[in-house]
Each structure stands twice: as structure tokens, then as C-alpha cells.
């Protein structure tokens, strides 16, 4: 049971917070023994075969929004931990659980619009060959969830 909720929140964290959460992450990197961004977001910066240019402008992007996101982040992961807490209340009620969820909700929808805005701000930087590159690469990233939420089902199945 573990596992199967496991599963599923990685499923959604994965698909939730995509590469503007690996954006994300890398601009507020950088503590002692860090690596800035980190493997996974070096691995794109390849992948999309960004110039040294591109790379300092997208950094200077995301650490003007350094401080916006890692509020939203700690929001959304204190709402995420109240709705727990509610799931697992001795007194729980589904109006409760509703009310926890709905506060995960609206602060999911701030972190939508805060991509928009970074997103708004990075498309331009790239290369219409970039841009196409990265809407594959976050096709795949869905094609992941997918399969892992598949796969997840069947092994619930057995």
C-alpha cells in the first residue's frame, strides 16, 4: 500500500512540476558541495545544445524568480502536508479532506501562473528548434507518467 501511494506521488510530482521545477531547484542551488542545477538540468542544457549566452540569460531568468518560486514551493509543501494530516486526522471528514485539497489546489494554480511568467520569459531565449526539442522532451516526460502510472495499476492488478 505504501508503494502504490508511493508510486502515485511520484507519478504527480513528476508530471506536476516538470522543467520548471528542475529550473526551479537550480536557481536557488548552488550551497556548499552543490552542484548549480544538478545532472538532470546540465543533461538538458545539452540536449537542447543551449550556447554559454543562452545559459546565462536562462540563469539570470530563473534567479530573478528564485525567491517567488521557493515561497510557492514551501507553500505547496506545507499545503501537501496539511492535506496528509487531514487524510490521516482521527476525526477526518470528507469536508476536511476537501478543504485541505482545495488549498493544495490554489497554491498548484500560483505555481501554474509562475511558470507561465518563467516560461514567458525563457521561450524567447531558445530557438525554434529548442523550443520544438524541449515540447519533445516534455512528451516523453509524459509519455514516463504514463507508463508509470500503467505500470502501477498492473502491479495493483496482481
Do not use: C, W
Request: avoid cysteine.
Amino acid at each position: 500500500m505504501k508503494t502504490k501511494y508511493l508510486l502515485i506521488t511520484l507519478a504527480a510530482a513528476v508530471a506536476v512540476g516538470g522543467f520548471t521545477f528542475i529550473n526551479a531547484r537550480a536557481a536557488s542551488a548552488g550551497g556548499p558541495g552543490r552542484q548549480r542545477g544538478g545532472p538532470i538540468l546540465q543533461r538538458a542544457a545539452e540536449r537542447l545544445n543551449l550556447t554559454d549566452a543562452q545559459k546565462a540569460q536562462i540563469k539570470a531568468e530563473l534567479k530573478s524568480e528564485k525567491d517567488s518560486l521557493a515561497k510557492i514551493f514551501t507553500q505547496l509543501h506545507e499545503a501537501r502536508k496539511g492535506l496528509r494530516e487531514s487524510l490521516h486526522a482521527k476525526n477526518a471528514t470528507e469536508a476536511s479532506v476537501r478543504t485541505s485539497a482545495a488549498k493544495v489546489a490554489a497554491i498548484e494554480a500560483d505555481l501554474a501562473v509562475e511558470r507561465l511568467k518563467l516560461h514567458g520569459k525563457i521561450a524567447p531565449i531558445l530557438t525554434d528548434d529548442q523550443r520544438a526539442k524541449l515540447a519533445e522532451m516534455e512528451a516523453r516526460l509524459d509519455d514516463f507518467v504514463t507508463d508509470a502510472i500503467g505500470r502501477l495499476g498492473e502491479r495493483l492488478a496482481d
